[in-house]
Structure formats: structure tokens, C-alpha cells
């Protein structure tokens, strides 16, 4: 896979990115969030036995508010960001060795994805709007600035409408607010927000998410032909439908796809010390081949 179809990564072990980092992993632990994990594009596998992994963080966050006390780490780091890398460096194996490799580079894709590639942040806005413009009726206001659906994507809009539809969305965010937690103490940077940090980020991923699956079940019924001229739709739509439009956020058909693309960077079961004998399959590398 050549470098430009990859996904780039914007982070760093720094304090505040690696903390997020450690935040992004705990949203499939919490209980009140429980009810939404299926609609963020979690791996499945998590989803079916979610204690595994409950377990394996509960551990992790011991280990690091523990050494954080001691002050018991080193590296180039940021202070805090070179004691969460560790700790994460650890966990991600341990979920391997217990649900297959797998699952633990589709759990890190996925935190990368929806909380450090812009990019992809940006593609799944602008596709999310795009393809809402596709359901609006002769009443809108906007309607004489609608282009006609590719034909392709036609029938495939109606299996995809609860995903893109604007009010279920603002539902379920209500339905999140409603049942997530003021922040805690020591949330303080954030002590102005009404809830916790945690479901400000839940919020963020279930948009993304949802644009995301609708991608892939129209990507799983065409072919790259197909796709190219749905793509191509998208941008001559989101050219004209809004002033602020940025159809080169789009990125073609780059996000049209059934499987996402790689990261451009090792995945971090690479630099594990864990033993790696009971893991399942061949040796996978999420990064560029080329």
C-alpha cells in the first residue's frame, strides 16, 4: 500500500496526546457507556466479551496510578506520557494473547483513528454532510442545490438512512448525556462541563462512527468502478451545496471502503516485550508495505 492511501497519525507520547490516549482505551470499560459501545465500531470480539478487556485496563490504570506515585518510570518521553506508553505498550499484548492479534490492532486502529488522524476527522464531517444532502426532499429551502444521487447509490440510500439521519443522532446523544457522569475532581480542566471528558469523546466517535459504517455497507455493494463515480458525486455535491464546502476532504474514494486503510506507522504490538508465542495467526504490521 503505497504511503498516500495510508492514514497518517498525528501524535505523540507527549503528556497530554498519551493521556488521551489511556482515556480513549477506557471508554469500552464504563458501565453507563455500555449501551452505546455497539454503535462506536468497536471490535466485535470486545463487544461479545467485554470482562477481558475490563480486566486487562483495570490492571493497566493500577499499574500507572501506582508508579505514577513512585515516580517510577524512565524514557524520553513527556513525565506522564513515558508512564502511560508503558503501560499501554503492555496492555495491548495482553489483549492479543487473550482474544487474538486481531483484535487488539483493530481496538488500536480505532482509537487512532477516530482521536489522532485529522484527516480522517475532517472526511468523515464532510461526507457526513454531503451524503445527508441526498435525503432531502422538493420542501427543503436548499433543495435546487441537490445533485442527484449517483444511480449506483440510489438503492443503497435507504439502508443507510438511520445511520445518517440527524434527529436519531441527536437523540442518542441526549440519551448519553442522560447518563454520563459529572466530571470527577480531577477532571478540573474540565470542571466547567456539565459531564465528564468521557462522553464528550463518545459523542465525537459516534458521529464518526456512524458516517463510517454507513461508507462501508455502500462500499460493500459496488465495485471500485462504482465507488470512483459515488465518490465523484460526493464532490461535485459538497462543491456546491455549502459555502464553506471542502470536497477535497473527501479524499475520493480513499474512505469508501469496506476495511479501512493502514496507519503509516508500526503498530504498537511491535514494540512489545510481552511474549508473543500465544498469539494467534502471522505476524501483522500496520504500516506501509511500499
Known amino acids: 500500500m503505497t504511503k498516500q492511501n495510508c492514514l497518517e497519525l498525528d501524535f505523540s507520547w507527549e503528556d497530554t496526546e498519551s493521556w488521551k490516549y489511556f482515556r480513549a482505551l477506557s471508554l469500552p470499560t464504563l458501565p453507563w457507556a455500555a449501551p452505546f459501545l455497539p454503535l462506536l465500531g468497536l471490535p466485535n470480539a470486545l463487544l461479545e466479551q467485554p470482562s477481558i478487556w475490563e480486566s486487562i485496563y483495570t490492571q493497566a490504570f493500577i499499574e500507572h496510578e501506582t508508579r505514577y506515585r ?11 506520557g513515558e508512564l502511560v506508553r508503558q503501560v499501554i505498550v503492555k496492555a495491548l499484548p495482553l489483549l492479543a494473547q487473550q482474544m487474538g492479534r486481531n483484535v487488539a490492532i483493530d481496538l488500536e486502529k480505532w482509537v487512532r483513528f477516530h ?6 476527522k475532517r472526511a468523515m464531517r464532510e461526507w457526513e454532510r454531503t451524503l445527508r444532502i441526498a435525503y432531502f426532499s422538493p420542501n427543503s429551502r436548499k433543495y435546487q442545490r441537490k445533485i442527484p444521487p449517483s444511480a449506483v447509490l440510489v438503492p443503497i440510500l435507504p439502508l443507510i438512512e438511520e445511520l445518517m439521519d440527524f434527529d436519531r443522532r441527536t437523540e442518542i446523544n441526549d440519551a448519553l448525556k442522560r447518563v454520563a457522569p459529572p466530571p470527577p475532581y ?3 480542566p474540565y470542571e466547567y462541563m456539565e459531564h465528564c471528558y468521557e462522553m464528550t469523546m463518545i459523542s465525537v ?11 462501508q455497507t455502500i462500499a460493500s455493494r459496488l465495485n471500485d468502478m462504482e465507488r470512483s463515480e459515488v465518490a465523484m458525486w460526493a464532490q461535485d455535491q ?7 464546502g471542502k470536497p477535497e476532504n473527501l479524499c475520493g ?3 469508501l471502503q469496506v476495511e479501512l486503510p493502514c496507519f503509516d506507522v508500526p503498530s504498537l504490538l ?3 516485550t510481552v511474549d508473543e508465542s500465544a498469539l494467534d495467526g502471522s505476524h501483522h504490521e500496520d504500516k506501509t508495505v511500499d
Do not use: N
Not at 70 to 79: K, P
Not at 115 to 120: I, L
Open 115 to 120: 482521536f489522532f488522524c485529522p484527516e480522517a
Open 253 to 255: 474514494d480513499k474512505y
Open 70 to 80: 513512585m515516580r517510577d518510570w524512565t524514557g524520553t518521553h513527556g513525565e506522564r
Open 205 to 215: 466517535v459516534l458521529d464518526q462512527a456512524l458516517t463510517l459504517k454507513a461508507l
Open 270 to 272: 511491535d514494540f512489545s
Open 186 to 188: 480531577e477532571q478540573i
Open 238 to 244: 459538497a462543491r456546491i451545496m455549502y459555502r464553506d
